[in-house]
Nanobody, 119 residues
Framework: QVQLVESGGGLVQPGGSLRLSCAAS????????MGWYRQAPVKERELVAT???????NYVDSVKGRFTISRDNTKNTVYLQMNSLKPEDTGVYYC?????????????WGQGTQVSVSS
């Protein structure tokens, strides 16, 4: 069983920065794809960024050049550095762990951390 615990959310002014962290329990972190998703009020959850076990990254177009996803396998932690924040980045940010194996997919979610961008 894997548990994911996010931290680092908060209230920030437009143009500001935040760094989210997600600490994972268990032994499959280093061989799993990690991702950050977000959900704004009355909107569906959307993918923000992912990083594979081989450190290949992927971003939604709206955050490219502003957000950076990274991982530290020695700490079982994935990060999301968010710069030049905009009001439309507001939402609950969720950490995701996905491990695809023969016969199925293991997927786990954190409880979410609120990010609010407002003046």
């Amino acid at each position: 069983q894997v548990q994911l615990v996010e931290s680092g959310g908060g209230l920030v002014q437009p143009g500001g920065s935040l760094r989210l962290s997600c600490a994972a329990s268990g032994s499959i972190f280093s061989i799993s794809t990690m991702g950050w998703y977000r959900q704004a009020p009355v909107k569906e959850r959307e993918l923000v960024a992912t990083i594979t076990s081989g450190r290949t990254t992927n971003y939604v177009d709206s955050v490219k050049g502003r957000f950076t996803i990274s991982r530290d396998n020695t700490k079982n932690t994935v990060y999301l550095q968010m710069n030049s924040l905009k009001p439309e980045d507001t939402g609950v940010y969720y950490c995701n762990l996905r491990r695809v194996v023969v016969g199925g997919t293991y997927e786990y979610w954190g409880q979410g951390t609120q990010v609010s961008v407002s003046s």
